[in-house]
């Protein structure tokens, strides 16, 4: 990657609200530095950044550095960005970059010795980079940091990260709608492409196409496909394959943007059934539930509860999914939720909302196999949450 193509994009006063999250979280944990590290998932850094790719030194009382990557980072230290103390973590520039080592070299120049230092990734957190559960940070990175701070107490600055980047400010709810409408378009370019008899590559593709949009990173879209009641596979890919009369696809559209959008959208080749439909009502339902469940104060355990209780009475029962993107918690099906089930929700925190439906005679979700889901992002507000998006509610027959 182009260390001059990765351009900070939203303003200073953005910056600031995100540093001063940043040293609160810092302050009552006690931790002197925070060293954030890209290599397997950037989030936390652009973050930091502004959107530029490196290593963050950020201490919780002076500037930050950052000493930045890429084949031509050389060149980028010349510019202007969110953190003025800035160097190449490579002589010449390079996409082979070994920031461990930079890292240790800068510290050693520096002669930090923080008392406390905290390292982004360490380990796992139930509100941050919810899929890596052992954490994200490079072992062989760690080792050299760690071998600079000698004599410093080092632990996992996930905590910090995570608290202040789950509370979204106007500017990134302004970013989360962007990325929402470009998803849209998507789904709306699959539904016209999509035809019994075509093949389900060409849907597929019109719905990439669609979301290739100036200044944004490559769109992906799960691909979800197999006749109802039927387990289906998640192709994250081209799929193979024609549509034919009675194909299910649900589909997870995301838009190549650096806040973690995505719709959930299904696409039903032929008649549609009256138990499809009944569960795709039933999946709108969990959906307006748990919107309206969704305000400031309430407990994840009271979101939960509404969300399943529009199934009471009925055949089926609620697979209740909802996450935020990057950001927890994670509810997905088959996991665990009692660690966060009684923690409180937060104003303006944003989540892709996308709960299911499965036979209440079945002894557990079957991978997909009557998942007509539709879902949306949504921020939470006094009232209830307010969707980022506008598409219609609808279960849609393609021919």
Not at 155 to 164: E, H, L, Q
Not at 295 to 316: I, S
Request: proline share 7%; charged share 25%; aromatic share 8%.
């Amino acid at each position: 990657m182009s260390a001059l193509a990765e351009r900070p994009d939203l303003d200073f006063a953005e910056r600031d609200r995100r540093w001063s999250r940043v040293r609160a979280g810092m302050a009552e944990r006690g931790i002197d530095l925070l060293i954030v590290l890209p290599q397997s998932d950037p989030i936390d850094v652009l973050y930091l950044s502004g959107g530029e790719q490196g290593a963050v030194l950020f201490p919780v009382d002076e500037d930050p550095w950052i000493l930045l990557g890429g084949e031509d980072s050389n060149l980028a230290v010349e510019r202007e960005g969110w953190i003025t103390q800035r160097e190449s973590a490579t002589p010449f520039g390079s996409t082979k970059v070994p920031y461990g080592a930079a890292v240790a070299d800068k510290l050693q120049r520096l002669k930090l010795k923080p008392p406390r230092a905290g390292i982004a990734g360490l380990d796992g957190d139930l509100y941050s980079h919810v899929r890596s559960a052992d954490g994200y940070a490079v072992y062989s990175s760690v080792h050299r940091i760690i071998g600079a701070l000698d004599g410093c107490e080092i632990v996992n600055g996930a905590p910090v990260m995570s608290r202040a980047r789950y509370v979204k400010s106007e500017a990134e709810i302004a970013g989360f709608r962007a990325g929402i409408e470009v998803a849209e378009a998507g789904a709306r370019a699959i539904g016209e492409a999509y035809s019994i008899g075509k093949a389900q590559a060409d849907a597929y593709r019109a719905g990439i196409a669609a979301m290739l949009q100036p200044g944004l990173g490559v769109p992906s879209i799960a691909w979800c496909p197999g006749p109802w009641k039927t387990p289906r596979p998640r192709i994250v890919g081209t799929p193979p394959g024609d549509i034919f009369d009675g194909l299910c696809v649900a589909a997870e559209i995301m838009p190549g943007s650096r806040m973690m959008t995505q719709v959930a959208e299904p696409f039903f080749a032929g008649s549609i059934l009256p138990e499809q439909q009944q569960a795709f009502d039933l999946n709108v339902a969990a959906f307006e539930a748990t919107r309206a469940a969704l305000v400031p104060g309430a407990t994840w355990r009271d979101v939960e509860t509404a969300a399943l209780a529009v199934a009471d009475g009925t055949d089926w029962q609620v697979s209740f999914l909802l996450h935020g993107g990057f950001d927890g918690p994670l509810f997905i099906p088959v996991d665990s939720h009692d660690d966060v089930l009684d923690d409180r929700i937060e104003a303006d925190a944003i989540f892709i909302a996308k709960p299911t439906v499965f036979p209440r005679d079945a002894e557990r979700v079957v991978a997909r196999s009557h998942d007509v889901s539709w879902g949306d992002m949504v921020v939470v507000k006094e009232g209830g949450a307010q969707r980022l998006g506008t598409r219609p509610q609808r279960l849609i027959s393609y021919r």
